[in-house]
């Protein structure tokens, strides 16, 4: 019987074994596309563009620049950039619910909470009473205090109307005979004229993973009187700790990288980590200078300064509440979930044997580790593989860092294919839905049926005995 016609089967068996059931991060109807549909439609009404300018030419380019800030918004919920898992959502909201009510005079209304699936150590306002969360801060954050103060920057954020006092002065500008004589200026000159309206144009943009640097000081100082009314206690050495904040992939690994694989009983050659070919790319490098690289928080002023003007303002012996475990593990499952339904594949194994490191031994990391050979070797399938594994300069990483992702970049195909094939038949495969996605895995990277009619009726098989499983995620991508 082939292997198409026995995988109703195997789905059907799997999802009868009530037993083996292993509780998923969240449902697929917590994504944003789904959990928020209605808001979205509340969003585009209460963002509707103010009459702001009398001059016309002026307040149309208010009009696209307010709109372009509520479309991204809009497009980030209909792309599932955020999810609603109720313990994450819970205790985040349970913070952000402890500064509203004890500043009600500056914040009437509790804001709109989002939890944002990105990895990046972020959170940001929107403007229009949103604020958005990174499960990327909360993995990052070393306590509850820490993460109230950046909550309370960004609702300050808000509270000051920054997002939209920098919409109107984008506009104002825009509008201007300075910014005409600018740009004809630079239309009529003849050399670099490209970088030169690139900073002449530069529009309001809306971005998930960096900050906007505008009136941060006045953020900074209004967050720590957010904190002092509601009786969390400030520690400037917080700001401190946010200047490390994109280390991740810095840091290096506890052992050999062969160890990680040995655990795994997959084979190893050091040969793989080191670069063949030759030139620039392959010329020694310490991993150690990264002072000229800006990380997603050096676009606010610099960490020394905001750590200078408030360390006055400091309770250092107050108590510390951690984050409670089972919340950090659900954030550090759902960025290396995200890695990988981005195709960010050296990442997410990266992470994987950080987690290792620490000493978590959840089957479900060796679970992921399964889907990320499974994943390589179906885009090395596809002639695909070098954007799978996500390359990184060396500027930003650490030497076991740069050794993965060369691995991965030159583990011969066969090779490849054999860890795919080994990891399929281990025993971490425990839920049925983790089941059902290996057959699915094993449908797209090893199924001699390479058509997108046999890739779409296996994601189908998938996602019609899993309807609520977060897999369905990536099933979907196959699916038409």
């Given at each position: 019987m082939s292997f198409r016609k026995l995988l109703p089967l195997i789905l059907v068996l799997a999802g009868s074994v009530a037993s083996a059931q292993v509780k998923n991060l969240y449902n697929y109807q917590d994504l944003s596309h789904f959990y928020y549909e209605k808001q979205k439609d509340s969003l585009k009404k209460a963002w509707s563009c103010p009459d702001a300018f009398r001059?016309?030419?002026?307040?149309?380019?208010?009009?696209?620049?307010?709109?372009?800030?509520?479309?991204?918004?809009?497009?980030?919920?209909?792309?599932?950039?955020?999810?609603?898992?109720?313990?994450?959502?819970?205790?985040?909201?349970?913070?952000?619910?402890?500064?509203?009510?004890?500043?009600?005079?500056?914040?009437?209304?509790?804001?709109?909470?989002?939890?944002?699936?990105?990895?990046?150590?972020n959170a940001y306002s929107t403007g229009g009473n949103v604020l958005a969360v990174n499960v990327g801060i909360i993995a990052f954050a070393s306590c509850r205090e820490e993460l109230a103060l950046i909550i309370a920057h960004e609702l300050s954020h808000n509270i000051l109307h920054h997002v939209e006092t920098s919409i109107y002065l984008?506009?104002?500008w825009l509008g201007s005979d300075d910014y005409k004589k600018s740009l004809n200026a630079v239309l009529d000159s003849k050399y670099d004229r490209f970088s030169r309206l690139s900073k002449v144009v530069q529009g309001y943009t809306f971005?998930?993973?960096?900050?906007?640097?505008?009136?941060?000081?006045?953020?900074?100082?209004?967050?720590?009187?957010?904190?002092?009314?509601?009786?969390?206690?400030?520690?400037?050495?917080?700001?401190?700790?946010?200047?490390?904040s994109d280390m991740q992939p810095k840091q290096p690994l506890h052992h050999p990288l062969k160890d990680y694989f040995a655990a795994w009983k997959l084979p190893y050659e050091d040969a793989w980590a080191q670069r063949r070919s030759k030139g620039l790319s392959s010329r020694a490098y310490a991993f150690t200078d990264t002072t000229s690289i800006a990380d997603s928080l050096k676009t606010h002023p610099d960490c020394l300064i905001r750590y200078n003007r408030t360390k006055a303002l400091s309770v250092a012996t107050a108590r510390q509440t951690p984050i409670p475990a089972p919340i950090v593990e659900k954030v550090n499952k759902m960025i290396i979930w995200d890695l990988y339904s981005t195709t960010d594949l050296t990442e997410c194994l990266y992470r994987i044997l950080q987690l290792k490191d620490k000493g978590d031994k959840d089957p479900w990391y060796d679970f992921m580790a399964g889907n990320v050979f499974s994943g390589l070797y179906y885009a090395d399938r596809e002639l695909a593989r070098f954007n799978a594994i996500g390359i990184v300069q060396k500027e930003l990483i650490s030497k076991d860092y740069y050794a993965l992702q060369t691995m991965l970049e030159q583990i011969p195909r066969d090779n490849l294919k054999q860890y795919c094939q080994s990891m399929q038949t281990q025993a971490f495969w425990r839920s049925p839905d983790e089941k059902d996605l290996g057959a699915l895995l094993g449908t797209l990277a090893l199924d001699p049926d390479n058509s997108d009619k046999n890739k779409a009726w296996a994601a189908r098989a998938f996602t019609s005995a899993n309807a609520n499983s977060m897999y369905c995620e990536f099933a979907n991508n196959f699916e038409k």
């Open positions: 001059d016309r030419a002026t307040q149309k380019e208010y009009r696209e620049l307010w709109d372009r800030r509520t479309n991204s918004v809009i497009g980030a919920l209909t792309d599932n950039d955020y999810v609603h898992d109720r313990e994450v959502y819970s205790y985040v909201d349970d913070i952000v619910r402890q500064l509203v009510d004890a500043n009600k005079t500056m914040i009437p209304v509790k804001p709109l909470l989002l939890i944002d699936r990105s990895p990046a150590i984008r506009a104002q971005s998930r993973n960096r900050h906007d640097r505008y009136l941060e000081t006045d953020a900074d100082s209004l967050a720590v009187i957010l904190l002092k009314k509601t009786n969390i206690p400030f520690n400037a050495r917080f700001f401190l700790r946010l200047d490390s």
